[in-house]
């Protein structure tokens, strides 16, 4: 008889604020044909996460459920059918979003064409760090806005988790890349690859855009903030421009200016395929593009990584909120007291 494995993860148990999930012992999944059972080193913390957390999508997620959308670690069981890796093997990926269990645990269970092999050069942290953001990325500019050699891009939130890959990602296929940022943040997204940034606590970006492109206008905008950001971006736009937008939309906005600029709109919700992680992989590899990973917690008080993530204060978090599952690693950022939100 089969031995059943057994795991610690951390559950959500209602919906609600960052104090809604406990640790809990359940079983691991038994290993399908063409799956593979990891050993999770590392996970991270996305917007994703603490909006289902708080409600946001009750019909997808039955309760109790383990979240999370960042795996990072080694194969210790491989399925019979499967020939592309083997136990040992340290890898990288996505879970099915709204597909079973993610990441908030010791172990997880993935349909092999999930899965790539983590880059070489990354740590787990790092390369837990890459997967949903750099997939939605990839899947952003290459796939639906088809961002080209030679464009300009306007990236909303460049020192973020999704921002900071934004702008390497576009660096390496050779665009422009014009930012938002706080002003303390300016040094560090130019480190990045960012050709021009925009304080957007005190200058207005559609007129900054307008002085940096000289009246052209930008390619592609990349949202990653929402407010009234479609009905804004045309105002930046270049003819036959696109904008990508990862935000949900609450309501209506008047687009007439879209239309007057033969604009298109793309709204992205990440399909998750090795093919994306191994195109990341290869820019990884090459030193073109480094996961920023901007604090870490164990998997112990996610509840607190969700409170750092989703209320960041006055202090700027830079790039991702990164869980250690195997320790019990503890890296915040300066001034940050994520525990006194969670209670």
């Known amino acids: 008889m089969k031995m059943k494995h057994s795991m610690k993860a951390m559950v959500l148990s209602r919906f609600g604020g960052a104090d809604a999930f406990e640790m809990r012992d359940v079983q691991v999944p038994d290993v399908g044909p063409r799956q593979v059972r990891v050993r999770i080193h590392a996970t991270a913390v996305n917007p994703l996460d603490y909006q289902i957390r708080r409600g946001d999508y009750v019909d997808h997620v039955p309760l109790p459920a383990i979240i999370g959308h960042d795996v990072s670690g080694v194969i210790e069981e491989v399925g019979s059918h499967v020939t592309e890796f083997a136990v040992g093997d340290e890898v990288y990926y996505t879970p099915r979003i709204f597909g079973g269990a993610g990441s908030y645990a010791e172990q997880h269970v993935a349909d092999v064409e999930l899965v790539g092999l983590k880059p070489r050069n990354l740590t787990h942290l790092e390369a837990a760090s890459l997967t949903l953001a750099g997939g939605t990325v990839w899947e952003a500019f290459v796939t639906r806005a088809q961002l080209a050699v030679g464009e300009t ?50 200058d207005d970006y559609v007129e900054a855009v307008a002085t940096i492109t000289r009246g052209r206008g930008v390619n592609v905008v990349f949202d990653t903030i929402g407010g009234d950001t479609l009905a804004r971006s045309p105002l930046v736009l270049a003819d036959a421009g696109r ?15 879209a239309w007057g600029r033969n604009a298109s709109y793309h709204f992205v919700f990440t399909r998750q395929n090795r093919g994306k992680l191994d195109a990341l992989t290869a820019l990884v590899e090459r030193g073109q593009v480094k996961p920023v990973v901007g604090a870490v917690l164990p998997l112990a008080r996610i509840g607190e990584a969700h409170a750092l993530l989703e209320n960041p204060g006055p202090y700027a978090l830079r790039g991702k909120v990164a869980i250690d599952v195997v320790g019990q690693t503890v890296s915040l950022p300066a001034g940050s007291t994520p525990s006194a939100t969670v209670a």
């Open 153 to 202: 891009i306007l990236i909303h939130g460049g020192a973020g988790g999704v921002g900071s890959l934004a702008i390497q990602v576009a660096k390496a296929i050779g665009a422009r890349v014009i930012t938002t940022a706080r002003a303390t943040d300016h040094a560090f997204v130019r480190s990045l690859g960012a050709d021009e940034a925009i304080d957007f606590m005190t």
């Open 243 to 257: 904008v990508v937008s990862l935000v949900d939309i609450a309501q209506p906005q008047n687009l007439i200016e």
